[in-house]
Structure formats: structure tokens, C-alpha cells
């Protein structure tokens, strides 16, 4: 919605003939999806016992907060 690309050397938005635009309620249902998510990085390093770990705690906070 923001029109970010990752290289300085443009993407879609500096290539496209016409003018792209995106309102904020394009896809509701979506952005409250959004609104919701959690990201969290997992290393492939990580045993079957730290995700594990990891999970629990991630559970655990989140009882707290809701």
C-alpha cells in the first residue's frame, strides 16, 4: 500500500505504465488479519525442544495480554 520496494532500482510501482494506487480499505478482511499477526523468526538451527520452548512461552505471554 506504501508503494516499498527492497531495491533502490525500483520494482513494480517505477516500472508500471499507469498510476497504482491502494486505499486502506482495498481488503478489509485482510488488513484485520494483519492487524492481529504475530511474525516471529525461527532459525533452522532451533531443536523440535526449542520450538517447543518457544511455543510455550509464546502462549504463555499471550494468556497474560488477552
Not at 485482510?30 to 511455543?55: F, G, H, I, K
Not at 509464546?58 to 488477552?66: A, F, N, S
Amino acid at each position: 500500500m506504501q508503494q516499498r520496494v527492497w531495491s533502490e532500482r525500483g520494482g513494480p510501482w517505477r516500472w508500471h505504465e499507469g498510476d497504482v494506487g491502494y486505499s486502506s480499505d482495498i481488503c478489509p478482511r485482510s488488513l484485520e488479519l494483519l492487524r492481529r499477526a504475530v511474525y516471529l523468526d525461527v532459525s533452522p538451527d532451533m531443536t523440535c525442544d526449542n520450538l517447543a520452548q518457544l511455543a510455550d512461552a509464546l502462549i504463555k505471554v499471550l494468556e497474560g495480554v488477552l
